[in-house]
């Protein structure tokens, strides 16, 4: 149950668009298409973006995108703004256990 | 509105053992499997269990397996997490989740506030 590999961080400027890798192995990411992606601002519970790999829950803003190729999902938030900055945590189904990418912080300049 | 509501956190001694319970609420709670995750002081999160929505199947991280067991009441809503033979590294805020799915939460899609465990002499 070894995490899932992203980014500690990344940052970009009011209107730009950044991309959060998450990377794992055929046993996981590249062995389903049960990645999600989870918001966390500081002192609040995670917020789900995306689940498996590209599809947006109901309310979520159409500038949150996902994707995956082989064992690297990507997340991309196209025309930042202030309140996107949070921490940012992909996961994956693997062989009946969950897990949890280190977490992306991201910056909003 | 869906809610799901923790509590149960609170300080205890290496060792000792501590039941987490969280009530749901605006959903039809044995239709969905669920989940607790954990988030220790500062760090990530870290998945820690899963049960199917009528309770048959139970899923563990290597790091409780054997300590902790999850279970869930349908007939009251309730999801719990006995949490036994506890260490320092258990310490962390935990978070009840719910699954979109039956019998396994491969997504989470509504979340508790958390309930913070913290194991200390």
């Known amino acids: 149950q070894s995490a899932l590999t992203q980014p500690a961080s990344v940052s970009g400027s009011p209107g730009q668009s950044i991309t959060i890798s998450c990377t794992g192995t055929?046993?996981?990411?590249?062995?389903?298409?049960?990645v999600s992606w989870y918001q966390q601002h500081p002192g609040k519970a995670p917020k789900l973006m995306i689940y498996?790999?590209?599809n947006r829950p109901s309310g979520v803003s159409n500038r949150f995108s996902g994707s995956k190729s082989g064992n690297t999902a990507s997340l991309t938030i196209s025309g930042l703004q202030a309140e996107d900055e949070a921490d940012y945590y992909c996961?994956?189904?693997?062989?009946?256990?969950?897990?949890f990418g280190g977490g992306t912080k991201l910056t909003v300049l | 509105e869906v809610q799901l509501l923790e509590s149960g956190g609170g300080l205890v001694q290496p060792g000792g053992s501590l039941r987490l319970s969280c009530a749901a609420s605006?959903?039809?709670?044995?239709?969905?499997?669920m989940s607790w995750v954990r988030q220790a002081p500062g760090k990530g999160l870290e998945w820690v269990s899963a049960?199917?929505?009528?309770?048959?199947?139970?899923y563990y991280a290597d790091s409780v397996k054997g300590r902790f067991t999850i279970s869930r009441d349908n007939s009251k809503n309730t999801l719990y997490l006995q949490m036994n033979s506890l260490r320092a590294e258990d310490t962390a805020v935990y978070y009840c989740?719910?699954?979109?799915?039956?019998?396994?939460?491969?997504?989470?899609?509504?979340w508790g506030q958390g309930t913070t465990v913290t194991v200390s002499s």
């Open positions: 605006g959903f039809t709670f044995s239709s969905y499997a």
């Open positions: 989740a719910k699954g979109i799915q039956l019998w396994f939460p491969f997504c989470l899609d509504v």
């Open positions: 055929s046993s996981d990411v590249g062995g389903y298409n049960y």
């Open positions: 498996e790999v590209s």
């Open positions: 996961s994956s189904y693997t062989s009946s256990t969950l897990v």
């Open positions: 049960i199917s929505g009528s309770g048959g199947s139970t």
